[in-house]
């Protein structure tokens, strides 16, 4: 895995990185891809998947559905196979489970990669993977449950009960995710710089506050005072 704190020592002046974990209903998917904007740099969510297919030779279905689902090997061979025809039983089941964590390593090399141009990542434990890079800025997208139950239906234009089942199964597997793949708890403050209620903002505030903070701290880390 590349050293993830030699970027400090480059002789070009450090590309801004933000890694965004979003609860559902936040709007990180929008948000996201705005900040990245503002910022001039890529936002790598889709970005992902694609370069990890290319490396693992899997389909990039496969590993866009591998990623951030937090079910045993069973349950996810099972789920994979029915969304990936291409895949079989028998010799693709020793196949997924040999490079499943071939998958999470090359999910992890790519971000690091991805730190000499910068970008903006969403989910996948962005504030883990990068929490060594000293330019990165770790914002967490939160909100109380009834909040983000009612952006969530307004959004998807859905009913309420339907949108309540999909923000508490979505909170669950994004923190039994980083639980089970790195031993850590999601919603730790400890993780991140900046912590939003998102629906107390509007989407362009918080980008505003995000696109604000990632300046100041890339200023910070450029001239050593972070």
Known sequence: MPDLASTAS?????PPVVTLAALYGTGGVVIGPEVAQRLGVDFLDRAIPASVAA????PEEVVAA???????RGHRLLALLGRAPSLTAGPAQERWF???GEMRAQMRRFMADAVRSGGVVLGRGGAIVLGEVPQALHVYLGGPLEARIARAAEAEGVDRATAERRVKANDWARREYVHRAYGADGDDPALYHLMIDATAFSVDACVELIVAAATFHLSRTADGTA
């Open 55 to 58: 490396q693992t030779g899997m």
């Open 10 to 14: 480059d002789p070009k002046p450090s």
């Open 98 to 100: 040999l490079e499943e």
């Open 66 to 72: 591998a990623d951030e689902r937090p079910l045993s």
